[in-house]
């Protein structure tokens, strides 16, 4: 069965917080990985991209609340923390962050309601699509 689950994948072992794409490309630590899901799409075979994200949420939550180690669900914040979160995780080395309305449904591509802020000290900046 295949879960339309939105999430990022991880090694145990790398940084806390911090996927290592080339590592889990490589297929070598399968049994370290793990799952950080953020969204979820769909549900006993109903869609549930029309509904807020808040609520896709709490369906995400119910869905894994008895999920199996290696499986966590990211959490929402519910209040401002922006800038302190965004320093954080430019800290941390990652990407960036993508911030989204917790009262929107689900729209494929990008969205004025998605606001993706990246760290420009990351190598991801340098890379050439």
Known sequence: MVL?????????GAKPGISDFNALHSRQDDHEVQLYAFDILA???????????????????QLLA??????????????EIGPD????ACRMGLEGLVSKHRDRPYR???QKYWIKVKN????AMEREL
Not at 85 to 88: E, M, Q, Y
């Open 4 to 12: 339309p689950i939105a999430g990022l994948p991880r090694l145990a």
């Open 43 to 61: 549900m006993g075979g109903d869609d549930l991209r029309s509904l807020p994200l808040h609520m896709r949420k709490a369906n995400l939550q």
């Open 66 to 79: 008895r999920r199996p180690d290696g499986i966590s669900v990211a959490p929402f914040e519910r209040v």
């Open 85 to 88: 979160l965004f320093r954080a």
């Open 108 to 110: 494929g591509g990008r």
């Open 120 to 123: 420009r000290s990351h190598p």
